[in-house]
């Protein structure tokens, strides 16, 4: 079954660039979540999207900003990057309320 | 604002016994979900089980099954039989009742890293 994808696997920026992380929903998936799991911690909600509208807002940086496209897939950006945005970025999709389906994840490290 | 809490930072359990993994949670909403997530070394989020708050019977997964005490607001995980490959970070996370069709975010607890002993 197809999963959720998200690229890149690995990111490794600088202090002060940007960069971008993109996921790809399950097929016929209508919610998109973002989620910030830094070094031992539990996953942190962002951002989440319903049907290219954003439903809900978390924790998210103002330095951070996302979006949802025509054909599902989302993408996180992120600018003025700091050391403490190195973390592990997970994108989970779900429809109709089902259980949200994660994929591997990004994981970023700023140096 | 609803709470899990995970008071077990890690646990052990010996191959092919039986572990409890303990998480309460606090919220004023009647409806809600409750699942368990499974992080591997490889940082994979891999859901487990799941349980609706309405439901009254607990949920079966196979060797996974849960014990949902709703009025003291306690979702604990049992895994039978434990295998090597059960050794893992277990999240306990909360997601409140959908509202207008609009996904609701999961709430994690700090987790509790389950060790298999051989």
């Known amino acids: 079954a197809a999963g959720v994808i998200q690229s890149p696997r690995h990111l490794i920026k600088e202090k002060r660039e940007t960069a971008t992380l993109k996921c790809y929903p399950i097929?016929?998936?209508?919610?998109v979540y973002w989620y910030q799991q830094g070094p031992g911690q539990d996953p942190q909600f962002l951002i989440s999207?319903?049907?290219?509208?954003?439903?809900d807002k978390g924790s998210i940086p103002d330095r951070f900003s996302a979006q949802q496209f025509s054909d599902y897939h989302s993408e996180l950006n992120m600018s003025s990057l700091e050391l403490g945005d190195s973390a592990l970025y997970f994108c989970?999709?779900?429809?109709?309320?089902?259980?949200?389906?994660f994929g591997d994840g990004t994981r970023l490290s700023i140096l | 604002a609803q709470t899990v809490t995970q008071s077990q930072p890690e646990m052990s359990v010996q191959e092919a016994e039986t572990v409890t993994l303990s998480c309460t949670y606090d919220?004023?909403?009647?409806?809600?979900?409750l699942f368990w997530y499974k992080q591997p070394p490889s940082r994979q989020m891999i859901l487990v089980i799941r349980?609706?708050?309405?439901?009254?019977q607990n949920a079966t997964e196979n060797r996974f099954s849960v014990n949902f005490q709703k009025a003291a607001k306690s979702f604990s995980l049992k895994i039978s039989d434990s295998q090597l490959g059960d050794a893992a970070m277990y999240f306990c996370?909360?997601?409140?009742?959908?509202?207008?069709?609009?996904?609701?975010?999961?709430?994690f607890g700090a987790g509790t890293i389950l060790r298999v002993k051989s």
């Open positions: 349980q609706e708050a309405y439901k009254q």
């Open positions: 999207f319903y049907e290219k509208m954003q439903s």
């Open positions: 919220t004023s909403e009647s409806d809600y979900y």
């Open positions: 996370a909360y997601r409140g009742q959908l509202f207008m069709e609009y996904g609701n975010k999961l709430v």
């Open positions: 989970a999709s779900s429809s109709r309320g089902q259980p949200q389906h």
């Open positions: 097929p016929r998936h209508d919610t």
